[in-house]
């Protein structure tokens, strides 16, 4: 059994950063497609950004340039590195992870691709 564990949210002001991490068992971060997934009070979950074992990634129009997904191995973990918050960017985060089967896929913020997801870490960003 797959179990996503996410941490570092929290409450900045606008301009500021947070690292999200997302701590894995059961499986490894190296062998799956992995997204990070977001969602705002009163609107549906959004992808952000996700990447496969090749380390291709992919970004949501509203965070490139600002948002980065990375893998440590090493801890089996995902992070997404958050810059130049926003306002807009408060929202519940989801670390998601798909079938290894899935794993070597170009990478995608379609929901229905992730089969284990975490509870959720908040980040608030305030003006």
């Known amino acids: 059994q797959v179990q996503l564990v996410e941490s570092g949210g929290g409450s900045v002001q606008a301009g500021g950063s947070l690292r999200l991490s997302c701590g894995a068992s059961?499986?490894?971060?190296?062998?799956?497609?992995m997204g990070w997934f977001r969602q705002a009070p009163g609107k549906e979950r959004e992808g952000v950004a996700a990447?496969?074992?090749?380390?291709?990634?992919i970004y949501a129009d509203s965070v490139k340039g600002r948002f980065t997904i990375s893998r440590d191995n090493a801890n089996n973990s995902l992070h997404l590195q958050m810059n130049s918050l926003q306002p807009e960017d408060t929202a519940i985060y989801y670390c998601?992870?798909?079938?290894?089967?899935?794993?070597?896929?170009?990478?995608?913020?379609?929901?229905?691709?992730?089969?284990?997801w975490g509870q959720g870490t908040q980040v608030t960003v305030s003006s």
């Open positions: 990447r496969n074992i090749f380390g291709t990634t």
């Open positions: 998601a992870a798909g079938l290894r089967s899935d794993a070597t896929s170009w990478p995608t913020l379609a929901q229905y691709r992730y089969t284990y």
């Open positions: 059961g499986s490894t971060v190296g062998t799956s497609l």
